[in-house]
């Protein structure tokens, strides 16, 4: 176990719905991330939080809204997706977001958007 | 965005030495280097991180040399269990910007 932990594992969802990803860590950390995986594409850093503030939007679509109340917790809610959404996303602790900190991965949550 | 340069795959034998090079031109003075390892369907797990020289932990050694634009991963004696994709991750040179990027990775296959 890395200390972060996401849930679902798995999500199917329709274009129109709404569903939540949610992420925890038990590290410790102060800085949060999203990355996304598509099939056969490197890893894509989507938002970064420091301390509970977005510091970090890497020019990422409305349809994905990250929260994150907390330190320990990070939400990314999901809305009128399309079917090129469907990727592995990974939610990712550190110390703080600063290049020398090791990022620790929780397993993914599978999204597939039908 | 950063640009980290590594072969797109390897194939080794178990019992070899498998070593990954990984080109960073722009890393910025400060930067570490880090070295992830990511199976299917798994996030990326963290191997090894350095600055300069040689580093050894119990899984790997990272060799950087003095200009530290490239680095080397170096897995000694390699198993099957060690097909997985290797990251170099370093940071990203754009003024002001702290993304944490990386590269395509190497796809390393381990023959029995």
């Known amino acids: 176990e890395t200390g972060v932990t996401q849930t679902p594992r798995h999500l199917v969802m329709g274009m129109t719905n709404k569903k939540s990803l949610k992420c925890e860590q038990h590290?410790?950390?102060?800085?949060m991330y999203w990355y996304k995986q598509s099939a056969k594409k490197p890893l894509e850093l989507m938002f970064v939080y420091n301390f509970k503030e977005q510091t970090e939007n890497n020019s990422v679509p409305s349809r994905f809204s990250p929260e994150c109340p907390n330190s320990s917790h990070l939400f990314l809610h999901l809305h009128t997706l399309q079917p090129e959404d469907s990727a592995l996303y990974l939610c990712a602790s550190s110390q703080a977001p600063l290049r020398g900190n090791t990022i620790y991965f929780g397993e993914g949550s599978w999204l597939t958007v039908v | 965005l950063a640009k980290t340069t590594q072969p797109v795959s390897m194939d080794s034998y178990e019992g070899q030495e498998v070593n990954i090079t990984c080109s960073h031109n722009n890393i910025a003075t400060n930067d570490y280097i880090t070295w992830y390892q990511q199976f299917p369907s798994q996030g990326p797990r963290f191997i090894i991180q350095?600055?300069?020289t040689k580093v050894t932990n119990e899984v790997a050694s990272l060799f950087i040399p003095a200009d530290r634009k490239s680095s080397t991963l170096s897995l000694p004696r390699v198993s099957l269990s060690d097909t997985a994709v290797y990251y170099c991750l370093v940071g990203d040179m754009e003024a002001g910007r702290r993304a944490l990027t990386f590269g395509s990775g190497t796809r390393l296959q381990v023959q029995p």
């Open positions: 590290l410790g950390h102060n800085a």
């Open positions: 350095g600055y300069k």
